[in-house]
């Protein structure tokens, strides 16, 4: 049960182990938590979260952001313009907010929302773990994807709504 956390410009936090937190704050700050159920968060301009293990959480604010988790049901989200979430692993769900920001969840049955302008990049698979296609789409789009409305995409590549 490890905890991190850093403060102010270029700060860096890394925890591991079980149920692990980590947090940094300031512009282009770095936080990683590794271990079932980690959470990781950067806020700030330029940040970067990370988080390795099932059910882990990411998250980074402001402008140019980055958040990435990796396990089952892992779940990134990033705030603020050009931000860049990333979720893999079954039921992953990546989260974007601002403009120009884009969320990709690439594992089998992964979700992905996006906001006004936003991009979402999401990966089909079939029962044997095969995977069958991946594709983009801009929100507002010909798709037809709406803002801050989950998807995920089918085996016939055709995006339709998270229930």
């Keep these: 049960r490890g ?7 270029y700060r860096h936090a890394a925890a591991t182990g079980y149920s692990s937190h980590a947090a940094a704050t300031g512009d282009r700050g ?7 159920g980690g959470h990781a968060a950067a806020t700030g301009r330029g940040g970067h979260a990370a988080v390795t293990g099932d059910r882990g959480h990411a998250a980074a604010t402001g402008d140019y952001g ?9 779940h990134a989200a ?4 050009r931000g860049h979430a990333a979720a893999t692993g079954y ?19 992964g979700t992905a929302k996006a906001g006004v302008d936003g991009w979402i990049v999401l990966a089909a698979w079939d029962d044997d773990w ?3 296609v991946v594709k983009a ?10 803002p801050d409305v989950s998807y995920r ?4 590549g055709e995006f339709v709504e998270a229930v």
């Design 3 to 9: 905890h991190a956390a850093a403060t102010g410009d």
């Design 30 to 36: 770095h936080a990683a938590a590794t271990g079932r």
């Design 66 to 74: 980055h958040a990435a988790a990796t396990g089952t049901c892992g």
């Design 78 to 81: 990033v705030t603020g313009d």
């Design 91 to 109: 039921r992953s769900h990546a989260a974007a907010t601002g403009k120009h920001a884009i969320a990709a969840s690439l594992g089998a049955a």
């Design 130 to 132: 095969n995977l069958i």
């Design 137 to 146: 789409a801009k929100v507002g789009g010909p798709e037809g994807i709406k």
């Design 153 to 156: 995409l089918t085996v016939d």
